[in-house]
Structures are given as structure tokens and as C-alpha cells.
């Protein structure tokens, strides 16, 4: 099997650093917040005499190996205080330390918990962190922190409008982010229709969005990773911490075990639009139901000196419907970890993983003797192992190896309709497949100036049986495909198909200067899991389909090539980043096609390629009072499809010429801070007419040369604003509290999510342009964050 081609590999690897280590030992160690035990990401573990080191990885371990001497290892951490130990390495040691926040001096306020010099030093481009801290501080819509609102004001990234769910990442749809959630990928990462996201700020870790560069860890998705850490929960004393805001309330737990071996966290969050509006409802709304909740859990134990096991859990539901009518999601998921030191230079980290996304629809459910009912159940269902090594050669070279075999479970519909009270059964068989995948990589220093970084990931997808699968008929291009008859039909465990890629990824840095640097970037990436939606933003009814024998993977090329700049002792960054993507197999549709419940899809399906460039320019402000970045992206994103558009590019429902945007947090004094955010983009692409012919004494518009997009709706822009106010008394005499006073859409712009004619209901003949707007007005709101 090709797999096989990295074993020899990876074996000559190992003999060679065999070889290499003698008469070197090495210092290892884990770094953590000493106010709560977390392990610190990205800390910079500095060697001063020999000039190099390395950064702690997701769980705070570190490894460094140098010859026999004495050392100082500086470790920083922007908004804690540097630590310095010296070591005499005449064996091989374990460092462990505890690092504590600075004190809090209103003129050393930053927005960043990273190496100061990480944006330049790194090997990593495209990739933006938002700290926690950050987002907490930031306007939000009805005053409650959003992860996903937040990432939108970086450069590269947009959404189709106001409310639509997930978002878009240099020219690729919301189905080709990765979004993991510990390690567990999250299908529908949107409450309330895309107003608010799944993960509970109080408690993420960490936030990490890969936009290009991606490294040979990863796979599954064509265009970004975002990758959220929660918390471990407070190894050091008992936390309370929660909100009650406008729309809905928070409440997290965190706690310390066993002497402090282990900690645990749970947070939940509830909303309450439902309750709030019961008495306004009149008697045929008043049993309607629209509100959301879920639950975040974690748990870790540090079973030894080499060995931690951690535990974590995400549930949540959105409940729709009124009367007759029911319509809910939701997402669960479980990860399971184990970290293993089975040396000072291999470090192991293996993940287990459950992740269901579910929806249903359906009316009349609840009522037995109801003559006429419709329930539609359907889910998507991937489990999970995935063994993942890094092992610490030299300062200057670190390998990564693994591999991750998924399986799915695919229901795309169990629907039961009830006419008359005779059942009809529409339900689509399920579908089966797995996927598995080797990689490995490589980062390497040479000297001061370069780093390069380096690896290739191999892919395998099989569909499986049981299932039917057909061949499909074209009788006209661009149009309907119909399947032949009779279909072929494969057993439990027949293997329907296959797919399997390479995927190479490299990464450059150059430094210019002590505070400059080129990098350029080059990964392939390959999808075999396909969101189908032919609507202009994508709903929780959309259907997650496989790859099979008519539905190839997707896939993308993306090279990256930047500068990074910063200035005033790290008290600025700045970079400026140009990209070009190729996208293959990319799906369209035919006119008039069925996604939902239909047993022959893919006859509805067009295929083409896609095409995404653009210039991304970052400054950001890190140290002082006032804090913040302004971000500009001009882009394009494009498809071509053949019979669409007269098999000409067209812009894509996503495309965004033109993105700015803007953040400023200023801390006033110790108790109150200021935050404003403004955001101004092209309109989205949208098809109009070009002419019109009457039929029956009404006006029907027509496009007489077939184009595709071939207008732009206004553009958009909004102002928001918000105050935090620290409360002067403590809660219970033990905790603290804070206000937030946020004001969103400050100046009322009635933002169009889309624009279509119509006629004129007055006069007929008269077509009439309608704006069609999710927020049109200003939306102020209070919110009370507690703390003890």
C-alpha cells in the first residue's frame, strides 16, 4: 500500500538521531499559568548561550537538546513575568515552571499572550490568534462575546451577510473549514441561525485560525483550520464565573482533585427569547419554542510524571417551532486524550473522538390522531483514533509524525410522511465511508535567519457498503442527469470506491532583519466530505454528503508569500501577505435542483474549478493603553462551471473585493474600558435581471445572456460599540463583577443580507428592486459578568 512508502522513512530518521544525540542531553519540562495550573501555549523557551530555543506545544511541553555545559533557559510569555532558570546539563533533566501574570500597570495593557517576536521568528504564516482576553473586551452583538463574530475582523476572512452561519476563508465555503473543538471537528458551528457560535467563551483556551502554511498535521479541509482549545479547569482552587446578559446567561465551574493531580470544568448557557416573549404571544403562538443551550465539559488527571489523560464533552440544541410546526439542531461531541513522554524527546499525543451533528423537521409530531404529519430526521456521524508524535531532534530540528483513521455514519434522511392517515416512507438509505491518513514533517533552523518547514500527508478515502450507487445519464449538458436503471447494489463492508492523495506542505522564513522577515508558504489539501447548498447562505437543513463514485474529493493548491514587520520594541506588528488558490471539483447545481430527500442527487450536481487571490495587510497594536488592529483585504474569488455563466468565470456568492476593518480597545483606568469596532465591504454578488418579457399581464424577468452574478448589492458597514465597567464592590465579599454596555449597528445602517425585483403590487408591470435586510437597527444591550 502506498502508505507504506513513510515507514522506511521515519526508520532512517530515527537511526540517524540515534547517531547524532551522543554526548548531548536534554532539558524538558512543562510551562503553566501559576494561577490556575493550565499549560501555556506558544511560550518561548530561550537558551542564552547557545543562542536558540524552541516554544511549548498545546499542552505547555518543551524539549530542548544541547551538549554538556551550563545554561540559562529564559522563558516569556507576553503578559506574564520572564522567568529565568539555570541548568547544568550533565544529564539529561526535567525543568518544570509556573508562570505569573505581570502586574496590572495600565501602560504595559497587551492583547497578546504570545512570544513578543512570534509574528516574525515563527515559521507559521497565514495564521491569526485572537486571545480570549481580547475578544472578551470587543463589542458584540447583544453584548455577548462571540468566537466566530470575533475571527470575521480579521484579514481574509468574511460571511455572505448579517446572521449567516459559519464563515469564508480565502475564497472556499463554510463546509471547507475545519472547525475542532478539541480536536473533535464540529459540522454546525452556529447558534440561532449564525447570530451566535457553539463555544462558550468562558470556556476556550485558546483560538487558532490556519489559513494557509497548513501543516501536514492536518487534513479533511481545502481551506482553514480553526482550532479551539478548551480549558482544563483550575488546578489550583474552586472557580465561579458566569453572565447574564440581554438574549441569554452563562455559568462555569471549576474546580480542582485529588490534591491537585486533576481539575475539571463545566459551563453551561441557556437563552431565553422564549420566556421573555411568552407573555406578549397571542393564543396561536403561545406554545412556540425558539431557544438554544449547550453544555461544555473537561476533565484531566496527571496519572504520573509522563502521563496525563484528559476528557472533554460538548452538547447543545436549538429548538425551533410553534403550534404544529417543530424545527431543531444540534451538535455533540467527545474527545479523549492521552500525553505520554516516553522519553525528554518524544512527547505522544493520542485522541479518540465522537462528533454527531443531528437536525429534524417535522409537523404534527406530537399529535397522535393528527391525519397529516411529516418528521424528517438526519445526521452525520464521525468517530475517531488518531496517534500524534513529536519528537525533539535539536533546538534547531524538530519531527512530527502520526496518522488518523476516521470513520462515517452518514443518515441523510429518515423522513416518514402521513396523507390521509396512510404512511409513506421517503427515507434515503445511509451511507458509509472511512478515511485514514499518514503524515509527516519537519522543521528545521539553519543558523539565525532561516527556518523551513517541511512534509507531506498521504490521504485514503474508501466509500463502503451497504449502499446503492448509480450511473447517471446526460441528455443535455448543464442540465438534470438521470439516473440508469437498475442501480448496482454492494454489501456491509464492499468497498463502493476509493480516492487516496498526496498532500504536500512547505513553509519558508527568512529573516531580514532582527525584526523583519519573508515567508512564503505552498500546501495541498484534499476534501472528502461535501456540504450540499444552493441557497445564498447555508442552513441547518444542508446536506453533508460523501465522496462516491459520481462525487469526486475536493481539492486545493495554495501558495502564500508575506513580509513581517514590527516596530518599537514589539510594541507594533505589521505584515502584508499576497496568496493565489486553485480549487478542483467544486460543486454547483443544476436549475431547479432538489438536495433534500432525493434519492439521486447527484444527478442535480455540476462540477467545476474555483480560483482565490488576494493582498492581506495587518497592523496591529500590542502594548499601551490603547490597543488593537486594522485589517485591509482585497481579493476575488472566483468559479467556472461549465454551461454556467456561458462557461465563462463568474464571482462566487462569497466574493469580497474589498474588506476592511478596524478594532480599538482603550483602557480608560483600572475599572473602565472602552471598545469600537467598524467593519465596511463590498456587497456580495447577486444575479438581477437584464430584460423582462410579460406573460399573462405580469412581468418576468429573464437574463438573455445567462450570466452568473453579474451584480453587486450595496455595501456594508457597521459601527459598534461597548464599555466595560468593573464593579467597585466584590460579590460576596470574595469575587468581582463588571458591566458591559454595548451598542451594535451605532448609527443604524440597515444592512441588506440580499437584494430581488418583483413586481410592483400596485402596478404589475412595474418591476421594483426589494432590499432585504436581517438587522436594520441599532441593538443596544447590558450584560453582568460575575467572578469568585
Same mark, same amino acid.
Given at each position: 500500500m502506498k502508505n507504506k512508502v513513510l515507514a522506511p522513512f521515519i526508520l532512517s530518521l530515527f537511526f540517524c538521531i540515534s547517531a547524532f544525540a551522543q554526548n548531548r542531553h536534554t532539558v524538558s519540562g512543562y510551562v503553566k499559568d501559576q494561577s490556575n495550573g493550565e499549560g501555556l501555549i506558544g511560550v518561548s523557551v530561550y537558551v542564552r548561550e547557545a543562542e536558540t530555543g524552541v516554544v511549548t506545544n498545546p499542552y505547555g511541553f518543551y524539549s530542548l537538546t544541547l551538549p554538556e555545559g551550563n545554561y540559562t533557559l529564559v522563558f516569556s510569555y507576553i503578559g506574564y513575568q520572564k522567568v529565568e532558570k539555570q541548568v547544568n546539563l550533565d544529564?539529561?533533566?526535567?525543568?518544570?515552571?509556573?508562570?505569573?501574570? &505581570?502586574?496590572?500597570?495600565?501602560?504595559?495593557?497587551?492583547?497578546?499572550?504570545?512570544?513578543?517576536?512570534?509574528?516574525?521568528?515563527?515559521?507559521?504564516?497565514?495564521?491569526?490568534?485572537?486571545?480570549?482576553?481580547?475578544?472578551?473586551?470587543?463589542?458584540?452583538?447583544?453584548? &455577548?462575546?462571540?468566537?466566530?463574530?470575533?475571527?470575521?475582523?480579521?484579514?481574509?476572512?468574511?460571511?455572505?451577510?448579517?446572521?449567516?452561519?459559519?464563515?469564508?476563508?480565502r475564497g472556499g465555503d463554510i463546509s471547507q473549514n475545519l472547525v475542532l473543538l478539541d480536536e473533535a471537528p464540529v459540522y454546525n458551528s452556529s447558534h440561532l441561525f449564525g447570530f451566535f457560535s457553539v463555544f462558550n467563551p468562558d470556556a476556550v483556551k485558546d483560538v487558532k485560525l490556519i489559513k494557509g502554511g497548513i501543516p501536514s498535521l492536518y487534513g479533511g479541509r481545502i481551506s482553514s483550520i480553526l482550532d479551539v482549545r478548551m480549558k482544563e479547569g483550575n488546578a489550583k482552587k474552586r472557580e465561579i464565573n458566569g453572565g447574564i446578559g440581554t438574549i441569554f446567561s452563562r455559568l462555569t465551574y471549576e474546580q480542582p482533585f485529588a490534591k491537585g493531580k486533576g481539575s475539571f470544568i463545566v459551563a453551561g448557557r441557556r437563552s431565553y427569547i422564549d420566556v421573555l416573549a411568552?407573555?406578549?404571544?397571542?393564543?396561536?403562538?403561545?406554545?412556540? $419554542?425558539?431557544?438554544?443551550?449547550?453544555?461544555?465539559?473537561?476533565?484531566?488527571?496527571?496519572?504520573?510524571?509522563?502521563?496525563?489523560?484528559?476528557?472533554?464533552?460538548?452538547?447543545?440544541?436549538?429548538?425551533?417551532?410553534?403550534?404544529?410546526?417543530?424545527?431543531?439542531?444540534?451538535?455533540?461531541?467527545a474527545t479523549a486524550r492521552w500525553n505520554h513522554v516516553f522519553s525528554n524527546k518524544l512527547f505522544m499525543n493520542l485522541t479518540g473522538y465522537y462528533s454527531n451533528y443531528d437536525y429534524n423537521l417535522g409537523q404534527n409530531q406530537n399529535k397522535p390522531d393528527a391525519k397529516d404529519k411529516f418528521d424528517w430526521k438526519s445526521k452525520i456521524?464521525?468517530?475517531?483514533?488518531?496517534?500524534?508524535?513529536?519528537?525533539?531532534?535539536?533546538?534547531?530540528?524538530?519531527?512530527?509524525?502520526?496518522?488518523?483513521?476516521?470513520?462515517?455514519?452518514?443518515?441523510?434522511?429518515?423522513?416518514?410522511?402521513?396523507?390521509?392517515?396512510?404512511?409513506t416512507d421517503i427515507s434515503l438509505e445511509p451511507r458509509y465511508a472511512d478515511e485514514s491518513a499518514l503524515y509527516i514533517g519537519n522543521e528545521q533552523k539553519f543558523g539565525d535567519r532561516i527556518s523551513l518547514q517541511y512534509g507531506v500527508r498521504y490521504s485514503y478515502f474508501r466509500s463502503l457498503g451497504p449502499g446503492t450507487?448509480?450511473?447517471?445519464?446526460?441528455?443535455?449538458?448543464?442540465?438534470?442527469?438521470?439516473?440508469?436503471?437498475?442501480?448496482?447494489?454492494?454489501? $456491509?463492508?464492499?468497498?463502493?470506491?476509493?480516492?487516496?492523495?498526496? &498532500?504536500?506542505?512547505?513553509?519558508l522564513n527568512i529573516g531580514i532583519t532582527a525584526d523583519a522577515s519573508i515567508k512564503a508558504s505552498y500546501n495541498r489539501t484534499?476534501?472528502?466530505?461535501?456540504?450540499?447548498?444552493?441557497?445564498?447562505?447555508?442552513?441547518?437543513?444542508?446536506?453533508?454528503?460523501?465522496?462516491?463514485?459520481?462525487?469526486?474529493p475536493e481539492k486545493a493548491d495554495q501558495v502564500a508569500l508575506g513580509w513581517f514587520q514590527n516596530f518599537k520594541n514589539n510594541m507594533y506588528e505589521a505584515s502584508v501577505e499576497v496568496y493565489y488558490k486553485k480549487l478542483y471539483n467544486q460543486i454547483d447545481y443544476v436549475p431547479g435542483s432538489e438536495l433534500l430527500l432525493n434519492e439521486f442527487v447527484a444527478g442535480d450536481l455540476l462540477f467545476g474549478k474555483g480560483r482565490a487571490y488576494g493582498a &492581506?495587510?495587518?497592523?496591529? $497594536?500590542?502594548?499601551g493603553k490603547l490597543t488593537g488592529w486594522i485589517s485591509y483585504t482585497l481579493s476575488r474569488t472566483e468559479r467556472l462551471v461549465e454551461t454556467i455563466n456561458n462557461s465563462d468565470w463568474f464571482p462566487a456568492r462569497f466574493d469580497k473585493p474589498h474588506n476592511f476593518t478596524s478594532v480599538a480597545i482603550y483602557e480608560m483606568n483600572k475599572r473602565l474600558s472602552l471598545s469600537a469596532n467598524f467593519t465596511i465591504t463590498s456587497g456580495t454578488p447577486a444575479t438581477f435581471p437584464t430584460n423582462r418579457y410579460e406573460w399573462g399581464g405580469w412581468?418576468?424577468?429573464?437574463?438573455?445572456?445567462?450570466?452568473?452574478?453579474?451584480?453587486?448589492?450595496?455595501?456594508?458597514?457597521?459601527?459598534?460599540?461597548?464599555?466595560?465597567? $468593573?464593579s467597585k464592590k466584590k460579590l460576596f465579599k470574595v469575587g468581582q463583577g463588571e458591566y458591559v454596555f454595548s451598542v451594535y449597528n451605532v448609527y443604524n445602517r440597515r444592512n441588506p443580507f440580499s437584494v430581488y425585483t418583483r413586481a410592483n403590487e400596485d402596478t404589475p408591470l412595474k418591476t421594483e428592486a426589494v432590499r432585504y435586510s436581517v438587522i436594520g437597527n441599532f441593538i443596544p444591550a447590558i450584560t453582568y459578568n460575575f467572578k469568585f
Open positions: 544529564a539529561d533533566k526535567t525543568v518544570s515552571i509556573e508562570m505569573s501574570d &505581570e502586574s496590572t500597570d495600565l501602560q504595559e495593557v497587551t492583547i497578546s499572550t504570545q512570544k513578543e517576536d512570534e509574528n516574525v521568528k515563527s515559521i507559521e504564516m497565514s495564521v491569526n490568534k485572537v486571545e480570549m482576553k481580547t475578544i472578551r473586551k470587543m463589542p458584540a452583538l447583544l453584548g &455577548e462575546v462571540d468566537l466566530i463574530r470575533s475571527i470575521q475582523l480579521l484579514p481574509g476572512v468574511t460571511s455572505v451577510g448579517e446572521g449567516a452561519s459559519g464563515f469564508n476563508v411568552k407573555p406578549f404571544l397571542n393564543s396561536d403562538l403561545k406554545d412556540s $419554542k425558539f431557544f438554544f443551550y449547550d453544555l461544555t465539559a473537561k476533565v484531566n488527571y496527571k496519572i504520573g510524571e509522563k502521563d496525563t489523560f484528559f476528557a472533554s464533552g460538548y452538547f447543545g440544541k436549538d429548538v425551533f417551532g410553534g403550534g404544529d410546526f417543530g424545527f431543531g439542531w444540534g451538535n455533540a461531541t456521524i464521525s468517530t475517531s483514533i488518531k496517534p500524534d508524535f513529536t519528537f525533539y531532534i535539536t533546538p534547531s530540528n524538530q519531527l512530527t509524525f502520526g496518522g488518523q483513521y476516521i470513520y462515517y455514519d452518514t443518515r441523510p434522511g429518515k423522513a416518514i410522511a402521513v396523507s390521509e392517515g396512510e404512511n450507487e448509480y450511473d447517471y445519464l446526460e441528455i443535455e449538458k448543464g442540465q438534470r442527469k438521470i439516473p440508469a436503471f437498475p442501480g448496482k447494489t454492494y454489501k $456491509k463492508g464492499d468497498v463502493i470506491t476509493s480516492y487516496g492523495n498526496w &498532500e504536500p506542505r512547505a513553509s484534499a476534501q472528502y466530505l461535501h456540504l450540499l447548498s444552493n441557497t445564498a447562505a447555508s442552513s441547518p437543513l444542508d446536506v453533508w454528503t460523501l465522496s462516491s463514485i459520481n462525487i469526486a &492581506e495587510f495587518y497592523l496591529k $497594536k500590542n502594548k412581468p418576468i424577468g429573464n437574463n438573455y445572456d445567462g450570466a452568473r452574478n453579474n451584480n453587486r448589492i450595496p455595501a456594508y458597514h457597521r459601527l459598534d460599540l461597548a464599555a466595560t465597567l $468593573k
